[in-house]
């Protein structure tokens, strides 16, 4: 299966601030790249579906000027929780490829 | 009604038996169907895909599918307190382009 990594694995940062989280792909082009939240005891939840070139499409729900979502390139994805509040402490998981999903390792954001 | 459905469990079963993991969906376009593993505080890993009606076997897992009753099942043989996880099932629906998952069954093997 493909290589999915996630940059940073960890980040705790202030109410207020934000974060960029980076998801790439080691060996694959990926036009398509997924992001997903996933609340302690709880399963994914798609948050949204990252095109290389085009615009991120939102699930219902995520506020899209929150959750900035950039996929400049066929290896890069990046999701930006912008005023990060504690309530978007989470895990957030990237994936690549539609129908077969290979999941990045994680990214657990603690927002103090 | 949920689109993929699971009971949460947590599912116990003695190290050797076979556990049996079911997972049913709503809609009938749904197409492939996934069954993937996931250690608390980590990622999902797939462990196996099923388009076709009837089994699919790979090692100590056996995938079931039933397009007919929208069933899908994982049986886990001689299972290992390893096979410890939450369990998440998967189906991509054509329609939308993407893969929705069920909230998983929490699987726990006792030595």
């Known amino acids: 299966g493909a290589v999915v990594s996630q940059h940073p694995s960890r980040v705790i940062c202030k109410s207020g601030t934000s974060v960029k989280i980076e998801c790439r792909s080691l060996d694959f082009q990926a036009t398509t790249m997924f992001w997903y939240r996933q609340f302690p005891k709880q399963s994914l939840m798609l948050m949204a579906t990252s095109n290389e070139g085009s615009k991120a499409t939102y699930e219902q729900g995520v506020e899209k000027d929150k959750f900035l979502i950039n996929h400049a390139s066929l290896t890069l994805s990046t999701l930006t929780v912008t005023s990060a509040h504690p309530e978007d402490s989470s895990f957030y998981i990237c994936?690549?490829?539609?129908?077969?999903?290979?999941f990045g390792p994680g990214t657990r954001l603690l927002v103090l | 009604q949920k689109e993929v459905e699971q009971n949460s469990g947590p599912l116990s079963v003695p190290e050797g038996a076979i556990a049996s993991l079911n997972c049913t969906y709503s809609d009938r376009g749904s197409q492939s169907f996934f069954w993937y593993r996931q250690y608390s505080g980590k990622s999902p890993e797939l462990i196996m895909f099923?388009?076709?009606?009837g089994d699919k076997e790979d090692g100590r897992f056996t995938a079931q599918l039933n397009k007919a009753s929208q069933y899908v099942s994982l049986l886990i043989r001689d299972s290992q307190p390893s096979d410890s996880a939450t369990y998440l099932c998967a189906a991509w629906k054509t329609s939308y382009d993407k893969v929705i998952f069920g909230p998983g069954t929490s699987l726990s093997v006792i030595p």
């Open positions: 994936s690549i490829d539609t129908e077969t999903q290979y």
């Open positions: 099923i388009y076709s009606n």
